[in-house]
């Protein structure tokens, strides 16, 4: 999973470090990023079920509520 695209490390990056190329700050937000996520991985994961539970439930009720609309 990619990450480098947040645009507050970007801008952090970038003001921290003004003289580093666009390359080099996406590359250290990808490092950034990566380093996060490793150490982050099993609240991650737990919080990717959590909104794949919540989507699937939201699209259940929706179509629980199409099929009362039909009758």
């Known amino acids: 999973m990619k990450h480098i695209d947040n645009d507050s490390t970007l801008r952090f990056l970038r003001k921290k470090h003004k ?10 937000a990808e490092r950034i ?11 991650l994961e737990e919080d990717a079920r959590e909104r794949e539970k919540q989507y699937n439930q ?12 039909d009758d």
């Open 33 to 43: 990023w990566s380093d996060y996520a490793e150490a982050n991985k099993e609240k």
């Open 19 to 28: 003289n580093w190329s666009e390359e080099q700050i996406k590359a250290e």
């Open 58 to 69: 939201s699209l259940d009720s929706e179509f629980r509520g199409a099929l009362l609309e």
